[in-house]
């Protein structure tokens, strides 16, 4: 049994205070909802703050991003070790980093070794555009991120990685995939593709989230789906009683 895990996506929203009061809200909701890995993911600044007051919550905090070096000349950029010192999660690969700031495969591979090094859990995530999707590329794209991704890394480390299904479609339009849909992509594309590279053992033992539109209303199903292990969630994380909502349906569809 794969422990469920909902994380939330804040990309780059909030004011300080702001984030300071929705996490006051998620606490008391979220501290007693031990069967899922719950965590959230706000932007730099807010780490520090956030987790001195998520400190023995058992809720974990993420960052959206990394670079790969330890240290150097890359201004404006953040190393894994200094991720590392108050976060458990690091989001890698995300479409609008690919889209927007030209990550590639490669680079994602990268950040997903260095996250493992320093002992980080990356959310590596993958998913097709539209236009890839109407042209029947889902499994080719979805496999190509997904091989490129975790390329060199061994099945012991490979466990800890979890990986969101994000069909780029889905993200922030409110048009979620189906859960049939999002199903098929886990257990027909990505778990084969972990399966094939690291064994039975390690792709059994790896999450799945899905991402893309996931809500209060649409979680219930998705998380009926026996290989949607969580969720990436985006606009909906920045509402705790949505946020909320959704990780108690996570706790339900999986008990
Ligand atoms: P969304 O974003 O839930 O707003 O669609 C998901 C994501 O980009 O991680």
Known sequence: MRTPFVAGNWKMNKTGEEARLLVSELLPALQPITTVERAICPPFPYLLPLANMLKGSGIGLGAQNMHWEASGAFTGEVAPAMVAEFCQYVILGHSERRAYFHETDEMVNKKVKAALAIGLTPIMCVGETLSENEAGL???????????GLAGISAEEVSRVVIAYEPVWAIGTGKAATAQQAQDVHARIIRPVLREMFGETAAQAMRIQY???VNSKNAAELFAMPDIDGALVGGASLKAPEFIAIVQAAAEAKK
């Open 211 to 213: 991402g893309g539109s």
């Open 138 to 148: 889902t499994a080719e794209v979805v496999t190509r991120q997904t091989r490129l």
